[in-house]
C-alpha cells in the first residue's frame, strides 16, 4: 500500500509541475517540448526530472552538495575535496568563532547565487542578515521552481566550506559536460562561484574552442583563457565521475595549479538552455540514450 501511495504522490507531483515545465521551455527556447518522444538535449533533461532522477537515490546523493563529498572520497579523488568547516541544519548551529576568517557557506539542496554566501572577513560579516536569509532559503521549494524534483529529497544543510583563491581574486570554474561517462565539451567561466559569471567560451578536450553559445551568456574573455596545466586529469576525473548516468555536468576549479571539487549537476540550468546554433540542442540531445530507463 505504501508504495502505491508513493507512486500516486509521484504522479500527482508530476502532473502539477509539467504545465509549469512546457511554458517555461516554450517561453525560453521557442519551441514546444515533446515529452513523450523526447529528441533535443533540452527535451531530455525535462523527461529526467519529471520520469527519473527524482526516483534514483544514487542522483539524490550525488547531486547533495554535502553528500556528494562522500561519492568523491569513495571514488578515489578525496585530495580535491575543498576543505570543509562545518555542516548545519540551522544558521543558529553555527559555531562562527571556530570558523576560519575565510570561507563560503552554502546549501547543499539548491543551486546558484541566492543560495550561497561569501566570506571575505568574518568580522565585517552581516551575521544576522545571513541568519535571516539562510531561513528562508532552506525552507525554499527549491525543487517546484523549475521541476527539479531530486533537490525536494535532498534534507536541507548549510555547508562552510573553505574559500579558494586569494581575496578579490576571480576563480575560473570548468564545466565539463559527459554523456554516458565521456565529456562532449565544457565551458569555462570566471566570476561565476562569486555570483555572476562576467566571461565564458566553450572548450573540446583538446583545448580547441567551439562556436557554440547561448543568448544567456556573459561575453567571451578579452583574452582567450589559458588552457590548465592539468586538463588531463580534470577530464579523466569527470568522465569517472560522470560514469554510469546519461548526462552529468561535472563542475571543478584549478586554483594554485591544484584541482578541486565542485558538484555534480543533473540538470544543467533546469535544461533550459538556448543552445546556439539551434542544431546544437538536437546534437547534444543524440549523444544522451535514454534507452535503459524508458525501457
Sequence with gaps: MARIIKK????????RIRPRIERTFKRRLGYAPDLR???????KIQWLKLHHNANDPSIIERADKYRVRGVVERMGFAEHLVPLHGVYDRPEDIDWDALPARFVLKL?????ARFRWFVDDKSRFPIPQFEKEARYRLDYDYASRYGELHYG???????AEALLGRPGEKIVDYNFYCFHGKVAFLTVEEGRRERYSTAIDYFDTDWARLPYASPDDPPKPAAPFARPR???RMVRMAEVLSAGYPHVRVDLYHVDDRIYFGELTYTPDAGFIPWQPRELDYELGRLMDLGDITH
Excluded: F
Design 8 to 15: 500516486l504522490l509521484g504522479a500527482y507531483r508530476r502532473a
Design 153 to 159: 529529497k535532498i534534507p536541507p544543510k548549510i555547508v
Design 108 to 112: 547543499n539542496n539548491a543551486s546558484g
Design 37 to 43: 518522444n523526447p529528441r533535443t538535449y533540452c527535451e
Design 230 to 232: 592539468k586538463l588531463q
